[in-house]
């Protein structure tokens, strides 16, 4: 699963991940931020509750976000 913020503004690119990862249903998707301010600001953007880590990718502007599993 993969959600792109690559073209909005920080605002939205924020309001679009919080409201993306509060249904996501999977155990990791890939971020794409772009090499611009929403990658530089993303890391702040995750709760620890929820996300187990954070895997910058090696192509640059992209992120792998790993969940804990749901207690469901």
Request: aromatic share 12%; no cysteine; charged share 25%.
């Amino acid at each position: 699963m993969k959600l792109d913020l690559h073209g909005y503004t920080v605002h939205d690119a924020w309001q679009k991940y919080q409201d993306f990862i509060s249904h996501v249903d999977a155990k990791s998707v890939v971020v794409v931020t772009g090499q611009g301010q929403i990658e530089q600001e993303f890391l702040r953007w995750n709760h620890p509750s929820r996300v187990r880590e954070i895997q910058k990718l090696p192509s640059r502007g992209a992120f792998r976000i790993m969940f804990y599993k749901s207690r469901s």
